[in-house]
Structures are given as structure tokens and as C-alpha cells.
């Protein structure tokens, strides 16, 4: 959904703008071996997190299949052929339309995004819903 932002993001709290390993601890970069399709192309997850994005209509065959092999969480409002091979699919409220939120342009400027309409039934914004995964992930470790 916003590239841009993410990248951003990243760069902002890491100093990387994507390709981000955190398994030790820390974050590490390297884009030929760090990135989601090299990690994909060479089945080396256990599952995928995917937030607002469609790698399976994007990334190359072989990457959607290996991903597709995994427990596989999308957290996006719309049907895609991600989120429809998904094993669990947790619809968000929708930035700039059911909650606040910020985007960033293409030449990194931010953009406010207000809220128009109530979300419907009980969804969660896209950070509350990483922020109660974070809790589920930390009680399991025992954190």
C-alpha cells in the first residue's frame, strides 16, 4: 500500500530502508540475502506476516509457491491472491478512510490521512493489529 512509507520507516528506526534481518537481535542488511523474495526462493521461513501488500500477484513463481507452502497471516482489507490463499486473513480498518494514519509520497514527504467513516463491525487498525500480535508472540516466549 505504501512503499514509500515503510521504506521510510525502516530506514528511520534501523538505518536500512528494507532487506532487514532481525534474527539476531539486531538488525542486519543485505538485499541479496535479506530481502523477502531471496528468503522465499529459497524456503528459508516458517511462515509469512503480510501487511496491505500482494506478493503473490508480484514476486516470481517460485517464491508465491514456497510461500504458499507456509502458514501464511494477511492482514489486508481487500480479496487478493494473497489474502485468498492465506490460512488466516485479519481485514484492517482502512487509512485515510476508517482511521487516521500517514502516508509518505514518492519523494518521502509524509501526508496526514484522517479519518472519513467509522471501520466496519470491530476492526483494528493495522498497528493495533501487529501491537496484539506482538502480546501474543511475547506471552509465548515467555516475555
Known sequence: YNVAGVNQVF???TGYPFSIDFSK???????????????????????SL???????????AAAVR?????PLI???????PTSLNADIILPP???GIECEGTA????????????????PGECL??????????EVVKKKKGE
Open 104 to 119: 509518505y509520497r514518492m519523494d518521502g514527504v509524509p501526508l496526514r490521512l484522517r479519518k472519513v467513516k467509522d471501520a
Open 66 to 70: 514456497n510461500m504458499f507452502k507456509h
Open 25 to 47: 537481535g539486531y538488525p542486519r542488511f543485505n538485499p541479496g540475502e535479506f530481502s523477502s523474495v531471496d528468503l522465499l526462493i529459497k524456503d528459508e521461513i516458517d511462515a
Open 74 to 80: 494477511s492482514i489486508e482489507p481487500h480479496h487478493t
Open 11 to 13: 530506514t528511520w528506526q
Open 125 to 134: 487498525t493495522d498497528k493495533e493489529i501487529l501491537e496484539r500480535l506482538i
Open 50 to 60: 503480510i501487511v496491505a501488500s500482494d506478493p503473490a500477484s508480484n514476486f516470481p
Open 93 to 95: 480498518a482502512i487509512a
